[in-house]
Every structure is written in C-alpha cells, then in structure tokens.
C-alpha cells in the first residue's frame, strides 16, 4: 500500500483551512450561549451573555481570513456576490455567511443601544464612534426598550438555525466528496455542529475565567456551573457521534476500511486515537462529570472547569487537523498514503495560524474598553470572594 498519485504527494488544504472550520465553531458555539439567555430565558448566562453575542460578531468576522489567506487571488472572492451562482456548495458560504454577519450585527445594534447612547453621550473618540454606531439618533425612553428588547429576542431565535447552517455548510462540504471515504459520511456536519457548540462554550469559559483572573473579577458560581452542565451535555453527543460514525465503518466491514484502519492505526494513531479520545476527551469528560455530579469547593471545581474547557478546545481544534489532514493523506487510489507537517514562518504556517486567532481576542478588547462585555462583574479584595470592593460599569444585558 504505497502507491500514491503525482498530484496528492503535497497535501494541498493545510493550516488555514483547519483553521477555518475551528474559527467558524466559535462563532456557532458562542452564539448559541448567547441565545440560551435571549430565546430561553437562561438568567444564569446572564454574566456571559453580552461577551456571547459580541465575541460571535468578532470571531464571524475573522472566519473568512484563513480562506483569504489560503486564496492564491484572495480579490477573487467577492466574485460569488457579483456572479452569484447559487448551485455552487463554494459560493453557498459567501451567502450564509453574509446573511449571518448582518443578524448578528443587527442583533448587537439592538441589544446594546442603550449603552450605546449613553456613551455617545460623553466626549472622545468612543463617544464620536457610538454616535456614528447610532446613525446620530440618541433617542430613548420605555417604548424603544421594549421594541429593542422584542427584536433582539426575534433576531436570536432567527440566529440559531443560521449559526447551525453556517457551521454544518462547512461539515456538509467534506460530507459531500463521495471520493474521499474518511470525509464521505452523513454524520459529517451533524458531528461538525456539536463539536463547535463544544468548542464555542469552552472558549467562553476559558476566556471568561482569564479576564476575571487578570482583572480581580469575581466568578459568577451558578453561571459558570450552567456553562459546565451544558459544555458536559453537548461533549458527550460530539464524541459520541465521533465514535459511531467510526463504530459504523468498522461494523460494515466496506471495502474502504482496510485503509480506513491503515489510515488509523498508523498514520492517525497519535492525533486521533491517543491525543483527540484518550487524552482530549476523555479526560476533560471526568473532570466535568465530577464539577457537575459532586458538590466541590469553588477553587476546585473551578480549576476542574477551566482545564476541561482548555483541553476541549484543543480537543475540537485536533478534531479539525484529524478530518481537513487525515482526509488528504489518503490517495485516492486507496493504495497509499503521504505525509505533511506544517510549517512555521510559511505564508500558511503555524505562525500565521497564531496571529490569526490571536486577533480577534484583541478586537474584543478594545470593544470592552467602549461597552463593557461583563456588565456588573464584582471585583474582590485579595482572595477573599466573599468581601466585594466596587463594581465594573455597565448594566446588564
């Protein structure tokens, strides 16, 4: 088994476009955190909410840059909006993913008016932005609340089957090449909307606990173990549909698996079976067993926490190298296999990669500096939560 055509030696979708489906799960996973506190009422992801909604926004926008930075010709891509073709699976992203920007961008325009206006109301640079943010309209009183209030709740129930479709476009694209049978399976993009809820409320949890560390916040208890229960409860589903889908080509016996578990055994042993399940998943699946089930002490379950939502988002991020790199070292021929490892300093290497995410962290920033992503967080003195100090501006979501 080591024949291998000319034209798959060099693996031809690499860092980026791993990249890409991991970035777009953020999107999909934060935005269904967000609409859990303004479809369902979830009060408890009252601390998180707002990071939720804005945090979506800012990973939707970086989402195309990798593809961007992968395009040989990245100008070619406003081509599928001046000569649609809505046939094409390539140019359905551009349409989902415009459509998807504006709701989102819409539903922060109404969500966050009021803290809008009441910033626009002071001087500086911020306040010259929200004014322009708010088309100069700086009216306000009861009714507009309550119309505000009612759109953002319609917007966020309209949000989630489109922040399901964007991310399970990606998981159909691999599903569909009928060539290529690690990709080729139904479950591709049921599997791929699970993982990036996954990945989308670990990076919540993460980032949330970072920020509060660094500025003396005090953690919001009840909110975080409702993140942990529901990060515990999609967890289980993503592997679990992982490990059908595998369980179902092992049990068919097709004439792909001699390969398949070729493919497997030696080529993706360490990523896939050591690191994704043994490692990566089944780890952090105890620890949010244990933070969930059994009554801890807050540091401990805390800790717990914050490195299963750590490892989970590795765990999703692997996930992604397993399927777009795993997928290409198979030849077509079903007779051979190739080898890729990623470059650092290359134009699609594992700097690049970096900066790319790395970005949006600092856009997030920056909004926070003008509206406040963590209304009403509590900062503490010392390491005593128990003895509250003063309280960050802002009111709640």
């Known amino acids: 088994m080591d024949f291998v055509f000319p034209n798959e030696a060099n693996v031809t979708w690499t860092v980026m476009i791993v990249l ?26 009252k601390a998180v909410a707002r990071y939720s909604l804005v945090s979506a926004f800012v990973f939707l926008i970086f ?20 000569t649609p073709n809505f046939s094409s ?3 359905g992203f551009g349409f989902i993913y415009t459509a998807y920007l504006l709701l989102v961008l819409l539903e922060i325009w109404f969500s966050l008016r009021s803290e809008f206006i009441a910033r626009a109301k002071g001087k500086g640079l911020a306040a010259w932005i929200c004014r322009l943010i708010l088309l100069y309209n700086l009216e306000e009183d009861e009714s507009t609340k309550r119309t505000d209030h009612k759109i953002t709740r319609f917007l966020a129930g309209l949000g989630i089957p489109l922040a399901c479709l964007l991310h399970g476009y990606v998981g159909f694209l691999f599903g569909a090449l ?19 809820i996954v990945s989308g409320i670990a990076v919540i949890i993460f980032h949330y606990f970072v920020v509060s560390w660094i500025n003396g916040w005090k953690i919001d208890q009840v909110c975080v173990r409702t993140l942990a229960k529901y990060l515990w409860g999609f967890m289980i589903v993503a592997v679990a ?11 068919k ?5 001699e390969v398949l578990r070729t493919l497997i055994d030696q080529k993706l042993f360490f990523s896939y079976i050591i690191f994704q399940f043994l490692i990566l998943s089944l780890i952090p699946f105890l620890m949010l067993a244990v933070a969930s089930l059994v009554k801890l002490k807050d540091r401990l379950a805390y800790a717990l926490i914050w490195t299963a939502s750590t490892m989970l988002l590795f765990q999703v ?7 777009v790199i795993g997928g290409q070292l198979l030849s077509k ?14 134009r699609e290497g594992l700097i690049v990669a970096a900066i790319i995410f790395t970005l949006p962290f600092g856009i997030l920033y920056v909004f926070h500096r003008i509206i406040p992503l963590f209304p009403g967080a509590v900062k503490v003195r010392g390491r005593n939560d128990d003895q509250v100090t003063d309280t960050t501006a802002g009111s709640g979501t």
């Not at 016996?253 to 698996?257: A, L």
């Open 20 to 45: 890409y489906p991991f970035i777009t799960g953020l999107v999909a996973g934060a935005f269904i955190v967000s609409s859990l506190f303004h479809v369902f009422g979830r009060e408890n992801l």
């Open 63 to 82: 989402a195309p840059l990798p593809l961007l930075v992968h395009l040989g010709h990245p100008e070619r891509a406003f081509n599928i909006m001046i």
């Open 89 to 91: 699976a390539m140019a």
């Open 178 to 196: 009928k060539a290529n049978p690690w990709w080729s399976t139904p479950l591709m993009f049921v599997i791929f909307i699970f993982s990036a």
């Open 241 to 251: 549909l992982e490990l059908l889908e595998i369980l179902s080509l092992a049990y």
């Open 253 to 257: 016996q097709t004439e792909e698996w």
């Open 317 to 323: 991020l692997l996930m992604r190298w397993n399927v």
């Open 333 to 346: 021929s079903l007779r051979g296999f190739t080898n890729y490892f990623p470059g650092i300093w290359d």
